[in-house]
Every structure is written in C-alpha cells, then in structure tokens.
C-alpha cells in the first residue's frame, strides 16, 4: 500500500511565523501535490512538483513556497503566516506515467492566530 | 471559475436505498474523473474512476456514469451503507497540460440507520 505521511496533524502557528509542513512518500512516486481543503471550496492546489528540485504553481500559491530535495520529501512553506492560511493541509503523490490516482496523506490541520 | 462544481453540498439517505452524487465539469480537455471519499481528520482516498472512452465504470456498490455531451458525471452507491457517511469529491484530469487534478468542493453524504 503507498504510504503518504504528514508531519504534523494539528499545528497552532503566530502570525507573522515562518511554518513548515513535510511530507514524505514511500512509493517512489515521481509527482508530488500540496492542496489545502476549506469548507465550501473543496481542495485547492498550492503548488506541486514532478521531480526533484523541481515545481509549478498550482492555483493559490500565494504566501507560499516549497522546497523538493529528495524525491520522497515534498515541503512546503508559509514564509510569514496569516490567518486566513488557516486550513487543512493535504499533501498527495502519484506516479509520473500510468494511473492519474493521487495517494493523500492524513492531513494538518494548522491554525495561524 | 470552478471548472469541477458539485451543486449539492449535502445528501441524506436511508440505509439501503441508492445515494447518488453529481458533479459537472465545464473544461472540455478533461478525460479522466476520480471520485474521492473522504471521512473527517482524514486524508482523502480513492474511490473509483472513468475514463472518457467509458460511460459507465462498476466496482461493487459503486458505479460511475459519465456523460460527456452533458460535461456531467455521477457516483451510484448502492446500497447505500452507514460507512458511507462521509465527503465525497469528484475530481478531474485533463490530457494535456498540468498533471495535477481539478476537485469540486465536495458533497456531504449522510446514510441514516
């Protein structure tokens, strides 16, 4: 079964403060995705990367970055958190050629105050 | 502009009838749909696809149909089970350009004893 693990499950941030969420998948899965989930929008991609040191904006990549140093590691990065990044955090991976199914992590929950 | 909308954010059935979810999409490049469930502090997971060569998709209680002329697509469980009770996302590809999926925002299916 591939395994998508998350850092953290609840985060409770300071505005202002920089944030990091890593994600690490065990399936040599070449794509990598951050999303975030917010009620009544469904999930909205950040930004997401098909390589290593390799990444493309997603729809909503402001306030954000990300950083992919090993193909198994997808970290991303709220460089001075605000609330409204408040949210639930949601990394994925899927293979580069075949099946379009994304594996998603469990997901953090991050609250900025 | 939404390209994946799910209209009904809420669906509520009895244990044992059919639950059926909708989901249009408005990008005609799109030609593979996912359909996700997701249950509350949990990552989402796959549920069942389509491709567009395909109307109709069967996996045990759950059968797609899509309807391309309509740019519309629906999930069929039945029966419907209380373990159902969760978000369910459709979610779109498209065959070319970016690899990562589009979602809708979800709707919320409620399978009552």
């Known amino acids: 079964d591939v395994k998508v693990t998350q850092s953290s499950r609840y985060l409770v941030k300071r505005t202002g403060e920089k944030v990091f969420l890593e994600c690490v998948q065990d399936?040599?899965?070449?794509?990598m995705f951050w999303y975030r989930q917010d009620p009544g929008l469904g999930l909205r991609l950040i930004y997401f990367?098909?390589?290593?040191?390799?990444?493309e904006k997603g729809d909503i990549p402001e306030g954000y970055s990300v950083s992919r140093e090993k193909k198994e590691r997808f970290s991303l990065i709220l460089e001075s958190a605000s609330t409204n990044q408040t949210s639930m955090y949601l990394c994925?991976?899927?293979?580069?050629?075949?099946?379009?199914?994304?594996?998603f992590g469990p997901g953090t929950r991050l609250l900025v105050l | 502009d939404q390209q994946v909308k799910q209209n009904s954010p809420s669906l509520s059935v009895q244990e044992g009838r059919i639950s059926i979810l909708n989901c249009d999409y408005t990008?005609?490049?799109?030609?593979?749909f996912l359909w996700y469930k997701k249950y509350p502090a949990e990552g989402p997971t796959f549920l069942i696809s389509?491709?567009?060569?395909?109307d109709k998709n069967e996996d045990g209680r759950f059968t797609v149909f899509l309807n391309k002329s309509a740019k519309h697509l629906s999930l069929h469980i039945v029966p419907s089970q209380p373990g159902d009770s969760a978000v369910y996302f459709c979610?779109?590809?498209?065959?070319?350009?970016?690899?990562?999926?589009?979602f809708g925002s979800g709707t919320r299916l409620q399978v009552q004893p």
């Open positions: 994925a991976s899927s293979l580069l050629q075949g099946s379009k199914t994304q594996y």
């Open positions: 399936m040599d899965h070449e794509n």
């Open positions: 979610a779109a590809s498209a065959r070319t350009g970016r690899r990562a999926l589009t």
């Open positions: 990367s098909y390589d290593v040191k390799m990444k």
């Open positions: 990008n005609s490049m799109f030609d593979y």
């Open positions: 389509i491709s567009s060569i395909k």
